[in-house]
């Protein structure tokens, strides 16, 4: 750290962790702090920039810590140790899986027998991703869907092609909340410009995502997006971490810790909903809550 110049680990900008970055760079620009927001560190290279040494404060899903820390799925034979959690801040997020009414699909397991061509928009296309663990639980894969003359493209926020609106796209799996961001135009476009069917995931293909990337239970609210009919069973992650190396100094922690609980009103006002609750700020079930966050804590009567 040179000085009171501090790198936040982020996302593309207008993005949720982008956001906390912006909040962040404000509770500690009273005490002289200058934060600069990186937006190249979105996904899984936020954990790769904060063991790297290239962010000193960054944000991350439990699904994608939980990864990085077991050398699982996108962290592969990687190693991120040290990891310590500063501060929770609540974001509901759910995993939607939708494809065109005109596809006259209802049941995934029409792709097979009917050998569909599907053009499929998700994050990750890897053995093992959520998109791969969907697709084989209904009996099919990426690869042979691709034999079929279907199609894979990549869904990301820094992504600033137009494929849902040049109608080249048919199923759509990824990651849906209450915002219009980088990332989230795709369902806002999606939804507007075409029938969408939203199909809830069974209760076994549930428990394979829950066991296997630590996602909890949960529903898509229904009215959510148009096409949104009815509440939809899926998985879902409730929050993100503020985490940092646990040798960041305890000033800093505690300035942060501080500074966002004297100022929590700031989530109040943020271009996608997330919330400060004192009673879950602490908590995290995947790294160790750094010492000077826990001291704070203790001291205000949130932890019990």
């Not at 962040?24 to 600069?36: D, F, R």
Request: aromatic content about 12%.
């Amino acid at each position: 750290m040179a000085g009171k110049r501090i790198n936040f680990a982020g996302s593309t900008v207008g993005e949720p962790w982008w956001t906390i970055g912006e909040i962040v760079a404000q509770v500690l620009e009273p005490h002289g702090y200058q934060v600069s927001i990186a937006h190249e560190s979105f996904g899984d290279n936020n954990v790769r920039w904060i063991t790297g040494k290239k962010a000193h404060i960054g944000v991350t899903t439990p699904v994608l810590m939980q990864s990085a820390i077991k050398g699982i799925h996108e962290f592969q034979c990687e190693r991120h140790r040290g990891l310590t959690h500063i501060a929770t801040v609540l974001r509901p997020n759910w995993l939607a899986l939708a494809v065109r009414h005109d596809t006259g699909i209802s049941d995934l397991r029409e792709i097979k027998r009917k050998k569909y061509p599907l053009r499929i928009l998700a994050p990750n296309p890897d053995p093992e991703s959520y998109l791969d663990t969907v697709l084989r639980h209904y009996g099919t894969n990426l690869e042979e869907i691709q034999g079929w003359g279907g199609r894979f493209m990549k869904w990301s926020g820094r992504l600033m092609g137009g494929h849902v609106r040049e109608g080249t796209v048919d199923m759509m799996l990824g990651n849906i909340y209450l915002g219009y961001t980088p990332h989230n135009r795709f369902w806002y476009e999606a939804t507007m410009l075409y029938d969408m069917r939203f199909l809830g995931f069974e209760e076994a293909l549930i428990e394979k995502l829950v066991e296997k990337f630590g996602y909890l239970r949960g529903t898509v609210p229904h009215g959510l997006f148009r096409g949104l009919e009815r509440d939809v069973p899926s998985v879902s992650t409730d929050a993100v971490y503020i985490y940092c190396l646990k040798n960041q100094p305890a000033k800093l922690v505690r300035l942060i810790a501080e500074g966002l609980d004297n100022n929590s009103e700031l989530f109040k006002n943020v271009r996608s909903a997330m919330y400060y609750e004192r009673d879950q700020v602490w908590k995290n079930s995947v790294i160790p809550l750094h010492p000077a966050a826990e001291a704070y804590y203790r001291a205000k009567g949130y932890m019990k």
